[in-house]
Structure formats: C-alpha cells, structure tokens
C-alpha cells in the first residue's frame, strides 16, 4: 500500500484531473477502499481513500462499480498482434489500429514481438516498430528468432531458421536503433555463446526458448546471459534472462532427462531468471501455472499472452508471420502442422484465468505489471500505481471484467477492433 504525500491543490479542477475508486492491486499489495488521483499523465495519489482530499483536488471521477479493481496498466513481453493484425507482417496503419485495440484492452506497455521469417521481412518488421517506439506507443520490440531449434520450432517456420550469426543479429539491432529489447534463441545451437555475448553488451535481453537443449546446457546458459548483462550495467529485473514461453516449445521435463525446463525453474526460483508463462487455459494446463508461481514466486514470473491476430475476434482464418493459422474454440493452429500458434487471449484475460487457476490475484496481477516492466528496466516508469509513475490505470468489476483503461493519464475509449488482413 502506498503511503503518498496528500497534494494541496491550488488550481481550479481540469480535465487533465480524474479520479478513480476501487479496490486497489499493486506490487503484491490489495488497498480495499481505495483512490487514485491522476493530473495530466502522472499519478498523484494511489493509495486509501480516507488519506486524501479528493473534494480539493477536484477532477473528473472516472466511474466504476461497486467492488471495482484498480490495476496498473498491464505490461505484455510477448505479443505479435490482435484485432485481425499480425505484427510481422503488418503495415504501419494496421500496426497502429493493433496498439490502439491492446491498450483499450489494459495492455498499456508491451512489445511487439516478430517471428522467424526472412531477413528482409525481419529488417522492415524492426525498422517500422522501431518507430513505433519512439512514439511511446510500445516498449521496444522483442524477435522471436530466427535463431531457433527446428526440433522445437512450433508455429515458427522452419524455412527461415537459421543457426546464430552475429552478424544478422547486429543489423537486427542497429535497424531497431535501440528499441530491440529481447530475443529468443535457442542455446545447443552452434554460436549461441557468441549471439548472448552480443546481445548482452548492447543490453538485449536473451530469452531462451524454442530449445531441444539438455540441463546443463540451458543452465550455462542463463547464467551466461545474467553475468553478461551484469558486466554491461544492468540490475535488478533488467539484469536478468528470461524464458520464452516455459514448457511450450521445448522438451518435456522428465525424472531421467530433466531437459531445460528443470534448469529453468531452479534459475528463476534462484531470482537468476524470469519465466514467461502463457496462462490462457490453452497452452498450459491451470494447475501447471498453479505450480510454478508455488515453485517460483510471482516475482520471477511474466504473465504474456503470446497473442497473434485473432486475440479480441473470433474463430477464423489468419497469419502468423508467413504462416497461415486456423482458429478455432479460441484455439490457433497451424494450418500445415497442427502446432498451437500463439494465444487468443488479451493479457487482462490471462490475468483472470491464472487466478482462476487458484493463484492470488495480487500475485497474478505482480506478473502482469511489475515484474515485465522491472525487466524492461522501466520500473520507474509504469507496471505500479504509485505517485509520480505515468498514469497507467485499468478499473475492472470484481470479476475482472474490463470497466475502463487509463494510459498516460487518458480516459481510452472502447477501441474497435481492426479489420482482418
């Protein structure tokens, strides 16, 4: 529970005030009658409601019913599209109708994540989101691959795969002019040490995943990435690796061949990684999710909804990349192969279907906000309610049905979704 200084507001009530009640879950904590009090973009107040006085400080009260939740703005780290728009392939206005329908959605920071796909596709993907960042639109872009194992490719196309080259992941990453925030590789692969080393120095975080890679192998690995972003300067979350997706994309855990998942949880319960976990009922079973925030803590844990075009439409044809995929019950496949291709679901409702697998919310909603955004370094900057962050704000009804969105202090309208293609 935050403990801010009560303002002592001495200009007239603005537009640029708005008020919000509710019971308030951030970084771990439930504030029960709370209020949090926004001018212009940044939070003013975020804490009890008897501690502050919201007859002074005026503005605009945002409505929301009774047993309302107050979350900060959700942080997705890995997401390649919505509303009928995959991000590898889209076009800069189908990629800002995308942004606009995810943070109407509570998804008010995420990257946009790329496949496996040719060099030039990848270069033009990187150069247009590149910009994109800039704008503040996304927190930095994250590519998943190409440097991937064909035996654990999933919904990545084995055409374009290829083994690590330095070179390629240099130009990735001048293209991106310093908005690439992560990348997914796959350690047994030859050159791999030298991809982390690369990655590490210019403060890429490596995400292992889309691996066939025994224990040890993945264990060296994260400690490599971890020691690697340590010596360029980083701490905290930001100096640490992450997993791409853990258990998906990568050989089952097994009592005589334990394989990287063992590696991967022992690291992260070791506060030496974070896990990605897609907890949308599909890619994991609920008592998976259960079991890895027991094993883990929240704190090691990024909530993603590794998300592609069909999340907020219905069953359906899409893309995924270069790939055609087939939605249907909520559920992408591939139409070549049969493997899952991505998520269906916005963050927000991966949120309510992880506590609905019996985790606590505030630890649900800690994955979804705080703990992405200490990884992308921006703690001080989104992923809390608390006074002086921008004002990211996300008011459900208690059973986390979206109410309303604030990002950078605006009240977002309910974004239509964009048209397939």
């Known amino acids: ?50 501690g502050f006085d919201a007859a002074a400080f005026g503005g605009t009260e945002v409505p929301t019913p009774e047993g309302a939740l107050l979350l900060p703005g959700l942080v997705d780290l890995h997401c390649h599209g919505a509303g009928g728009v995959d991000f590898p392939t889209a076009e800069e206005a189908g990629a800002r109708q995308a942004l606009e329908f ?46 991937l194992s064909h035996a654990r490719c999933g919904a990545q196309d084995p055409d374009f795969l290829l083994e690590p080259d330095v070179d390629f992941a240099m130009e990735l990453i001048e293209t991106a002019g310093g908005a690439l925030a992560t990348m997914t590789y796959a350690p047994e692969l030859p050159g791999a040490s030298s991809l982390v080393d690369l990655l590490t120095v210019h403060g890429v975080t490596p ?18 990435a971890r020691d690697g972003l340590s010596a360029a300067g980083f701490d905290g979350a930001e100096g640490l690796p992450t ?3 853990l258990f998906n994309a990568m050989p089952p855990m097994h009592h005589r061949s334990p394989g990287p998942v063992a590696a991967c949880l022992r690291t992260a319960a070791d506060g030496g990684a974070v896990v990605e976990l897609v907890a949308d009922g599909v890619h994991l079973a609920p008592a998976i999710v259960q079991t890895v925030f027991r094993l883990v803590g929240g704190a090691n844990i990024a909530l993603v909804t590794d998300s592609m075009a069909a999340a907020g439409l219905g069953d359906g044809s899409y893309t995924l990349g ?9 559920v992408a496949t591939l139409d070549s192969t049969g493997s899952i291709a991505g ?49 990211d704000v996300v008011a459900t009804d208690p059973d986390l049905g979206l109410v309303a969105v604030v990002r950078g202090g605006r009240v977002l309208g309910a974004a239509g979704s964009p048209s397939q293609g």
Do not use: K, N, W
């Open 1 to 50: 529970m935050t403990s801010p200084d009560t303002p002592t507001p001495d200009s007239p009530a603005t537009a640029s005030r708005l008020i919000l009640r509710g019971r308030i879950v951030s970084d771990g904590v439930e504030t029960p009658d709370g209020l949090i009090a926004v001018e212009d973009d940044r939070i003013e107040y975020a804490g009890p409601a008897s």
């Open 102 to 147: 995810l943070h109407a959605q509570g998804t008010t920071m995420l990257l946009a994540s790329l496949v496996t796909a040719s060099r030039e596709e990848l270069l033009r993907a990187a150069e247009l989101f590149a910009r994109l960042d800039a704008e503040d639109l996304i927190a930095g872009i994250h590519a998943e691959g190409p440097f």
């Open 207 to 224: 995400s292992l995943g889309h691996t066939d890679c025994d224990d040890a192998t993945a264990q060296a690995s994260l400690e490599q």
């Open 243 to 245: 997993v791409t997706h």
């Open 322 to 330: 270069p790939s055609r995929v087939t939605v249907a019950g909520g």
């Open 343 to 391: 998520g269906t679901a916005t963050l927000l409702e991966v949120v309510a279907r992880t506590a609905a697998a019996g985790v606590p919310l505030p630890d649900a909603v800690f994955s979804a906000t705080a703990v992405p955004a200490g990884v992308l370094g921006r703690a001080d900057e989104f992923g809390s309610l608390r006074r002086g962050l921008r004002a």
